[in-house]
């Protein structure tokens, strides 16, 4: 998308988009949405529309998200913290850390397990919803 016009009405712009009042609704604090659990790695959706969800996936070490696929949405994974092994199929792994970001398009496997011996977080961004699940364990 191209976009015409100065600095300063582009400044000008981002100023409105961003005005406080929709700021709070927009803005997430991670330590505020990130949970735990010790049975389970733990998926915690903080933000959903018709068009996407953001998520974010907390994993204690060992723990694990099963390979799966949707057929109807993407799906990115952003590392935060720790390390981990991603799994984009049958017998593929790769070791991912803090800082990775991984895409998954309609239909291709994806699952991840906590290899370390530290927390896992990630971020999930998905859409369109409702994505349906297609375990592949």
């Known amino acids: 998308m191209e976009t015409r016009g100065s600095i300063s009405e582009m400044e000008a712009v981002e100023v ?3 005005s406080p009042s929709q700021i709070n609704e927009r803005l ?3 330590d505020e949405v ?3 659990d010790s049975e389970a790695g733990k998926k915690t959706i903080f933000y959903e529309t018709e068009k996407m969800a953001l998520a974010v996936w907390c994993l ?3 723990q694990k998200v099963v390979n799966h696929s949707h057929s109807n949405a993407d799906d990115i994974w952003i590392c935060t913290e720790g390390t981990g092994t991603f799994y984009p199929g049958y017998g ?3 070791e991912i850390t803090k800082g990775d970001i991984i895409y998954s398009e309609p239909g291709q496997q994806h699952g991840m397990v906590n290899t370390g011996t530290e927390r896992f977080v990630f971020i999930g961004i998905a859409g369109p919803m ?3 699940f297609i375990s592949h364990e």
Do not use: T
């Open 16 to 18: 409105m988009a961003s």
């Open 28 to 30: 997430f604090k991670l």
């Open 34 to 36: 990130v949970q735990f």
């Open 60 to 62: 204690e070490p060992g």
């Open 92 to 94: 593929e792994a790769v």
């Open 130 to 132: 409702p994505m349906d």
